[in-house]
């Protein structure tokens, strides 16, 4: 799938794109069936919501689900992404957030290259978020909010938050979202949100600013969040384990088109159980660029 200069100028400007309905009903099917079953083991990889049994977030399915693996190397997904990064791509993180109904959690606001940056040491912004949807996300069950052009400040300080939710996220200070709300439009257009169907997608920068309220309606918003990062920008540290920041920097090779509906093989390294050393974590640098 090739970007046109309009959407290059876009994303440039916005730091964000959006793809309405790009995944068919019948192929967002096949990862939506998936879901219940991963969510229900009991893995290090499922973080379940601060005193709840739901699933906030499930890690690296694209290593032991067959669906997820080949999302994770779909054309339509992949080579829009080596297009604005003019490179190849490893995957970096993969989740499926669950968002669930009246018990999805809050993401506060953040970048997620500051994450990437302080404790995985990964070199550059040159990384990509993409978010699928998996169910229809409307106003109403915590879709996500972005800064738009909020990408151009770069990396902005953060703080450690360790206690609002499940899951520590390095998160931005009020006075400064409201600064750069401001700067976007304020009331007009200085925050928007992606809503559409489920199949929809959306690639945006690792330096956009971006949020999600907590899913009060009685709507599921699953979706899957992919990072893909350049080759050579690899990360050089393993500070956080690697069913969180993975340690395989071999570059993706994507799978047909219909990859979803025909089934396509694929390896599935984890298939029998996460080995032990995906818990493992270390402040050492890298010695070689593996
Ligand atoms: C994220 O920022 O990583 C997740 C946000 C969300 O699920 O709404
Ligand atoms: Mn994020």
């Known amino acids: 799938m090739k970007l046109t200069p309009e959407q290059k100028v876009h994303f440039d400007r916005e730091g964000y794109l959006f793809f309405p309905g790009l995944f068919s009903s019948e192929e967002t ?19 379940r919501e601060k005193g709840s049994e739901a699933v906030r977030t499930n890690f690296a399915a694209h290593l032991y689900s067959e669906p997820f693996a080949r ?78 052009g909020s990408h151009k400040e770069g990396v902005i300080e953060a703080r450690h938050d360790l206690t609002t939710t499940s899951y520590p996220l390095w998160t931005l200070d009020n006075d400064l979202i409201r600064q750069l709300v401001a ?59 690697e069913y969180i920041a993975h340690r395989d920097f071999t570059s993706i090779k994507c799978l047909p088109d219909d990859c979803l509906l025909k089934n396509s093989p694929v390896d599935l390294p984890w298939k029998n159980g996460m080995p032990a050393s995906a818990l493992e974590t270390s402040i050492e640098l890298l010695t070689e660029a593996a």
């Open 71 to 148: 999302l994770a190397r779909h054309p339509r997904m992949v080579e829009p992404v080596e297009e604005l990064l003019g490179e190849k791509l490893y995957m970096h993180q993969y989740k499926i957030n669950g968002k669930m109904a009246f018990e999805g959690d809050v993401w506060q606001w953040h970048q997620d290259y500051g994450t990437w940056k302080n404790d995985d040491l990964m070199p550059e912004a040159r990384a990509m978020n993409v978010a699928i949807f998996l169910d229809d996300v409307n106003e109403f069950n915590g879709p996500l909010m972005f800064i738009p």
């Open 29 to 47: 099917k096949t990862l939506v069936d998936a879901v219940p079953a991963l969510y229900a083991r009991r893995e290090a990889y499922n973080v």
């Open 183 to 241: 700067r976007a439009g304020d009331k007009h257009g200085g925050i928007v949100s992606p809503q559409g169907p489920a199949g929809s997608m959306i690639l945006f920068h690792s330096c956009l600013v971006h949020a999600s309220t907590s899913n009060l309606s009685p709507w599921n918003r699953v979706s899957v969040y992919l990072s893909l990062c350049a080759v050579s920008n690899h990360i050089r540290r393993h500070k956080r384990p």
